[in-house]
């Protein structure tokens, strides 16, 4: 393009970096550089590490990510236009070359309307595959859950032998932070078969915290626990027991701005009450929190299964 060989390539760390262009008119170079997008006065961290696309019509557009912490790595889109054989993405105010993301823009012209759409976020399980929005853990297996009559089946699986907390488990179900702001609440039928058996509600990180009902010796119970440093082999510190007769309870987790996490239940799915202490959400390794569902019973003996109605984001 322009008699020009071009490099795009990120630089400055993931949540400090910026986008950096190199060119050439020879592809061996030597090449020039210029930092072409940059955060800037805005509010936008580390707009890098993406692709450049280029439409019918000659528009360009730029797409890249921003670290957000326990919401992940979101991605932007950006308009790109050519000064002097240099790209600038984003807007240029200042008239340096180094363009700043933006937050909106007229959306890119490719000759029709397109609705808005979003992610699949709730699951009311109504199909017999998982929706697109789930991520295992680790690798999956076919016996860990079933999807049939409208409800998930989520087979308890035993904690690996040298497992300290759920850092190891395989089997968590779980589906990206949807929004800055946002609830999931699950309807769970526990049907456990071991005492120590337990499913429910978790945030996963490299800290974790969850929501979940657990068979003991003298019945049922909720409890809500958090691990800090999980990933490091951390203990679980149980902040909160409560003994419970239903073996059906509605469990929810509200997310507030910077990832606040604060727990809840309600045994006829309509009164809630506040359980256990907040949990302040943190990024899983290069990834960010994510929510969802487990069910573990204690390696060596026999587990049981929770039958999740539906889980529901708002």
């Known amino acids: 393009m322009n008699g020009y060989y071009y490099i795009f390539a990120p630089a400055g760390g993931v949540a400090t970096g910026w986008q950096t262009v190199l060119r050439s008119r020879n592809v061996f170079g030597p090449y020039e550089d210029k930092i072409v997008l940059a955060q800037g006065e805005t509010s936008i961290n580390g707009p890098h590490q993406g692709g450049y696309v280029e439409l019918e019509n000659g528009d360009g557009w730029f797409v890249h990510f921003q670290d957000l912490d326990p919401y992940g790595r979101i991605t932007h889109l950006q308009p790109v236009t050519w000064q002097d054989g240099w790209p600038v993405m984003g807007i240029d105010g200042d008239g340096d070359g180094t363009g700043e993301p933006v937050r909106h823009y007229t959306k890119p012209a490719i000759g029709k309307a397109v609705p808005i759409a979003i992610p699949q976020t709730s699951d009311e399980f109504e199909s017999d595959e998982l929706g697109l929005q789930w991520q295992w853990h680790a690798n999956p297996k076919s016996e860990w859950h079933n999807v049939q009559d409208g409800a998930l089946l989520l ?13 190891p488990v395989p089997n968590l179900l779980l589906l990206k932070f949807p929004a800055p702001n946002f609830s999931a609440t699950i309807k769970i039928t526990f049907v456990p078969n071991s005492d120590g058996e337990k499913s429910g509600l978790i945030i996963m990180g490299l800290d974790y915290a969850y929501l979940a009902v657990e068979k003991t010796a003298n019945g049922l119970a909720l409890v809500q626990a958090v691990c800090h440093n999980a990933d490091e082999g951390a203990a679980e510190q149980l902040h909160q ?3 419970i007769e239903s073996s059906t309870v509605y469990l929810k987790v509200d997310v507030t701005q910077p990832g606040v996490c604060s727990f809840s239940f309600s045994l006829d799915g309509k009164e809630s009450q506040p359980f256990g202490e907040e949990f302040p959400a943190q990024p899983g390794k290069w990834i960010g929190a994510k929510v969802g569902l487990f069910a573990v019973h204690r390696a060596g003996e026999q587990g049981g299964h929770a039958v999740i109605d539906y889980v529901r984001i708002e």
């Open 155 to 167: 087979h308890s699986q035993p904690m690996p032998a040298e497992a300290i907390n759920l850092w």
């Open 241 to 243: 027991r409560l003994p």
